[in-house]
Structure formats: structure tokens, C-alpha cells
């Protein structure tokens, strides 16, 4: 079903994330599948529509927040507060936290969201956990940024639509767990800035 990504729309949002299943959700660059980032359950889920176990990424909500997930110094807080909220994903040497295991799946780095975009980050807010942020796509095939599209290929998944979504060639992500940092993947975001 497709719902409109708005206020009057979010409490559905959180509730069906409660309840252990998958949505799909706008953000500042691709539409991304989400899932409540604690929930093993949950997760095991999304990768099944995937069909494919890969580290995820969380959305939080601030800056402040990733302290909670992620080890990283006063330097490296002042450049990420310059990209957040914005079109990037950070990988950070993760913290022992209360996210399942299936998001990093094995690896020692998190990666991170904060988009430039109301409905993920209050949606965080709300549910009072992150959220898993990852490209709406089965393994191999190119990400679906097309709610018609997403709402054929995954008929059973709650759809929060922004009507004014644009093309994205999705966020840009930057490690931060080497010195200097490296871009993995150009995105929308530029860097360095």
C-alpha cells in the first residue's frame, strides 16, 4: 500500500516498524527499504527481499546520537557535522550497541545516515531506535527509485511516498575508519568540501 510520507502518515510508519516489518521511505537521495535497526527478526526479513546478507546502514537522527554507535574523535565529529544532514553515509569503527548483529555482519565499521529529509530522521525519533537505510533493490539489479515500480516488485511492503522525490544516484559514502578518509562510492554529495 502506498501511504503519503507526511505527519499524518508517520505513527503508521513507526507502528508497522514495531511490529517487526519492512517499509520502504523516502530520503534526501534514493527511496530505501527500513527495517527497526534492533530487530534481528526484522532484518533476516529485509534480507530475504534482497536476497542477499550485506553490512546495512542505520539513519540517526543527530550527530550526538552516532556517540551511541560509533567510536570517532572531536575532529572527525567537526567535518561530519559539516556533511550531516546531507546525501552522505559514514563508516565509523562501531561501538558494542544494541543493533543486531545482521548490521554489521562481521564487520568492524558501521555505516551511517543522517539525510537531509523530515520523514527518516522523525521516524527515528519516534520509534526511539535506528532504522536501516538500504537501496530498494534484489541483489544485483539497480536500485528501484519508481514507487509504481517498488509497489509491483514488492507487493507486501508499506510504501511512504514523497511526491517530490527526485532522480538520485544515491548517497556518497566516506570512510572514516582510515586516515585520511576515503570516498567508496560518489553519490549525490560532493566531497571533499
Not at 1 to 17: S, V
Not at 110 to 130: A, E, N, S, T, Y
Not at 148 to 172: C, R
Amino acid at each position: 500500500m502506498i501511504y503519503p510520507a507526511t505527519d499524518q502518515y508517520i505513527d503508521l510508519a513507526k507502528n508497522t516498524l514495531e511490529n517487526g516489518e519492512v517499509i520502504v521511505y523516502p530520503t534526501d537521495t534514493l527511496y530505501g527499504f527500513g527495517v527497526d535497526a534492533t530487530n534481528t527478526e526484522a532484518i533476516q526479513r529485509l534480507n530475504r527481499l534482497k536476497g542477499r546478507v550485506n553490512p546495512l546502514s542505520i539513519v540517526l537522527e543527530s550527530v550526538d546520537h552516532m556517540h551511541d554507535f560509533a567510536e570517532f574523535d572531536v575532529e572527525i565529529k567537526s567535518e561530519i557535522n559539516k556533511l550531516f544532514p546531507g546525501s552522505y553515509t559514514v563508516l565509523l569503527p562501531s561501538k558494542k550497541s544494541d543493533l543486531s548483529p545482521l548490521v554489521q555482519n562481521g564487520f568492524p565499521n558501521i555505516g551511517v545516515r543522517i539525510p537531509d529529509h523530515f520523514f527518516p530522521v522523525q521516524l527515528v525519533k519516534l520509534l526511539g531506535k535506528p532504522i536501516i537505510t538500504t537501496s530498494i533493490n534484489r541483489h544485483g539489479n539497480e536500485p528501484l527509485n519508481d514507487v509504481t515500480q517498488v509497489e509491483i516488485d514488492f507487493p507486501n511492503v508499506d510504501i511512504f511516498e514523497d511526491s517530490n522525490h527526485i532522480q538520485s544516484k544515491g548517497s556518497t559514502i566516506i570512510d572514516y575508519s582510515m586516515s585520511p578518509p576515503k570516498v567508496i562510492r560518489d553519490g549525490d554529495g560532493p566531497y571533499p568540501l
